[in-house]
C-alpha cells in the first residue's frame, strides 16, 4: 500500500466511521430527551454493554490482532486464503452459538457480575429483560467483523466502514416512530438492536461476495491452521477483555451512583466521536498495510507508514482533546440537555467528558502502537501492558470513589490510558528503527501542540462571547456551530502558518487518492 494510499483509506474510513459517530451522538441524543438518566437509560446501557463486551472480547480483538495479519499474509502468498477465511469463519460461527445460549440462561449472572449495584432493585431485571433480547446481536456483529477484516485486508475499506452506521440508522428511526406513534420508546429501540446486526452483516457478506471471496460456514474443523490462529488470537482476546474489564470496573463503580451510569455512558459517546474518527480509522488502515511490509522486509516504507499514521493521529486528535477540555459545558448544553435531561445532568456528563478529554491522544496513541505489534503476531506483550493498565484503572477507580464519587471512573479511564501508551513505547523500542518516529514528525508534534493551544484560547475567549446565546433554544445550535467553526479556522490558520502541517498535503491526497 502505497503512502497515499494509506492516507486515502485513513479518509475513507475516517468519513464512514465520522458518518456512524455523528449518528451515534444523534442516537444518544434521543435517548437523552426521551428516556433521560435515570433506571430505564441505566438498564439498557447495561444491557447493551453485554454483546459489545464479548464483541470486543471475541471478535475486534482477537480477529484485528490475529486473524487479519494471518489472512494478509495469506492473501500477499496467494497461500489459499480464502479457504482459510472460512475454516475461521466456521470456528467463529460455532463458538459464538454456544456463547449466545449460555448467556440467554445466564444472564441473571451476567447482570450481577457487570452492574452490581442494579441488585435489589427496579434496574436488574429490566437489565436481564433487555440482554436477553440484544445479546444475539453479539454472533452478528462478529461475523460482519471477520466479513470487514477480510475486505480491509484487501483494500476494500468502504463497505465495513459504512456497516456500523446502519445501527445508529435503525435505532434513530424506530424511536422516531415509537415517539410519533405514542409507543414505548425504549422497546423499540431493544429490539431494533438485533435488527440492525441482521442489516450490517448482510452488508459485508454481500461486499466481500462482489469482491470475489465467497465465504459459507461449513462444519468446522481444528486443522493447523486454525490452531495458529488461536494461539495468536487468545493473547489478543485476553488484552481486550482486560480493556473491557476497564469498562465494567467503571460501571460496577457508577451503578451504586444514581444516574451515573447514564452519564458516563453520554460523556464516553462524545469522546469516541474524535477517537473512531481517527484512532480506529488510523489502526483499520495501518495493520494490513504494516504486515504487508513487513512480510516483504520493507523497513524503511513500514516506517514512513507509522510515522504519517501518528502524525495525522495527533495533528486531528489533539486539538479534539483540547476542546473536549475547553468547551465541555456548551456541547453538552446543546447537544443534550432537553426533554429528561436537566442542567444538573448537563454539569454532570460535561465534567466526564473534559476528563475523557485529556485522556483522548492517549487512546488514540495506542490504535498507532498496537499494530506494531500484531503485525509480528506479537499479541502477549499488548496483553501483558494490557493487564498493568488494567490494574491501575481498577486501583484509582475504586480506590477513589468512596473520595470523590461517580466521576472516579473517568478519572481511572484517562490514567489507565496513557499508562498503556508507556508501555507499548517502551516495548516497541525493541523493535528497531521502524518502530520510531521519522523527522519529519519530531519536527511537527510540537508545532500541533502550539496550534491546538492557540485554538484553545480562541476557543474559551469564543465561549464568553457567545455565553448567553447557549441558553436560547432558537440559536443556541447556531451559537455552537460558531463556536466550533471558530475553533476549526483558528488551528488551521495557526497550524498552517507554524508548520505543523501543510493544507497543501492534504488536498494533494484527495485529489491523488480519488
Request: aromatic share 12%; with cysteine.
Amino acid at each position: 500500500m502505497k503512502p497515499i494510499r494509506l492516507i486515502t483509506g485513513v479518509l475513507t474510513v475516517g468519513f464512514w466511521t465520522l458518518m456512524s459517530r455523528v449518528l451515534g451522538v444523534l442516537r444518544e441524543v434521543m435517548i437523552l430527551a426521551f428516556i433521560g438518566p435515570g433506571p430505564v437509560m441505566d438498564a439498557f446501557v447495561a444491557a447493551f454493554r453485554l454483546p459489545n463486551m464479548f464483541r470486543r472480547f471475541f471478535a475486534e480483538g482477537a480477529f484485528n490482532a490475529s486473524f487479519v495479519p494471518m489472512f494478509s499474509k495469506r492473501l500477499e502468498a496467494d497461500d489459499n486464503a480464502v479457504g482459510f477465511a472460512t475454516q475461521a469463519l466456521s470456528g467463529l460461527t460455532f463458538v459464538l452459538l454456544i456463547l449466545s445460549a449460555l448467556a440467554m440462561v445466564f444472564m441473571p449472572g451476567l447482570v450481577w457480575l457487570t452492574a452490581g449495584g442494579f441488585v435489589g432493585d427496579a434496574r436488574f431485571d429490566l437489565t436481564v429483560d433487555y440482554g436477553r433480547i440484544v445479546f444475539p446481536y453479539i454472533l452478528l456483529i462478529s461475523l460482519t467483523a471477520l466479513f470487514s477484516g477480510v475486505l480491509n485486508a484487501t483494500g476494500r475499506f468502504a463497505a465495513a466502514a459504512a456497516a456500523p452506521v446502519f445501527l445508529n440508522i435503525f435505532v434513530c428511526i424506530s424511536m422516531a416512530w415509537a415517539a410519533y406513534a405514542g409507543g414505548e420508546v425504549i422497546h423499540w429501540l431493544i429490539w431494533t438492536v438485533p435488527a440492525a446486526g441482521l442489516a450490517q452483516l448482510a452488508l459485508v457478506w454481500v461486499a466481500a461476495d462482489r469482491a470475489g471471496i465467497r465465504l459459507r460456514p461449513t462444519r468446522p474443523r481444528w486443522t493447523p491452521e486454525m490452531k495458529r490462529l488461536v494461539i495468536v488470537a487468545i493473547p489478543a482476546a485476553l488484552a481486550g477483555g482486560v480493556m473491557q474489564i476497564n469498562l465494567l470496573v467503571g460501571q460496577q463503580v457508577a451503578s451504586h451512583f444514581e444516574k451515573a451510569v447514564g452519564w458516563l455512558y453520554a460523556a464516553d459517546r462524545l469522546y469516541q466521536l474524535p477517537l473512531g474518527v481517527v484512532g480506529i480509522a488510523v489502526g483499520i488502515v495501518l495493520l494490513p498495510d504494516l504486515s504487508r511490509r513487513l512480510t516483504a522486509q520493507d523497513d524503511k516504507g513500514a516506517k514512513h507508514a507509522f510515522s504519517r499514521a501518528g502524525e495525522l493521529s495527533l495533528a486531528l486528535t489533539i486539538p479534539a482533546a483540547v476542546a473536549l477540555v475547553v468547551i465541555p459545558l456548551p456541547v453538552v448544553t446543546v447537544l443534550f440537555e432537553r426533554g429528561a435531561t436537566g442542567t444538573d445532568d448537563s454539569a454532570a456528563i460535561a465534567a466526564a467528558v473534559a476528563i475523557y478529554g485529556l485522556g483522548l491522544p492517549a487512546f488514540v496513541l495506542q490504535k498507532v502502537l498496537q499494530p506494531l505489534f500484531f503485525a509480528r503476531e506479537d499479541t502477549r506483550s499488548p496483553f501483558r501492558y494490557a493487564v498493568w493498565a488494567m490494574i491501575v484503572n481498577a486501583a484509582i477507580a475504586v480506590g477513589l470513589a468512596p473520595v470523590i464519587g461517580w466521576i472516579a471512573p473517568a478519572i481511572a479511564t484517562t490514567v489507565a490510558g496513557w499508562v498503556m501508551v508507556w508501555m507499548l513505547a517502551l516495548g516497541s523500542r525493541r523493535m528497531g528503527d521502524v518502530a520510531r518516529f521519522d523527522d519529519q514528525f519530531r519536527q511537527r508534534i510540537w508545532r500541533v501542540c502550539l496550534a491546538s493551544a492557540v485554538m484553545g484560547a480562541v476557543l474559551w475567549a469564543a465561549t464568553v462571547l457567545l455565553g448567553p446565546f447557549f441558553a436560547m433554544a432558537g440559536i443556541r445550535f447556531i451559537a455552537l456551530t460558531v463556536l466550533i467553526g471558530t475553533g476549526m479556522v483558528s488551528y488551521a490558520i495557526a497550524g498552517q502558518l507554524i508548520g505543523a502541517f501543510s493544507l497543501r498535503e492534504f488536498r494533494s491526497a484527495f485529489r491523488r487518492g480519488g
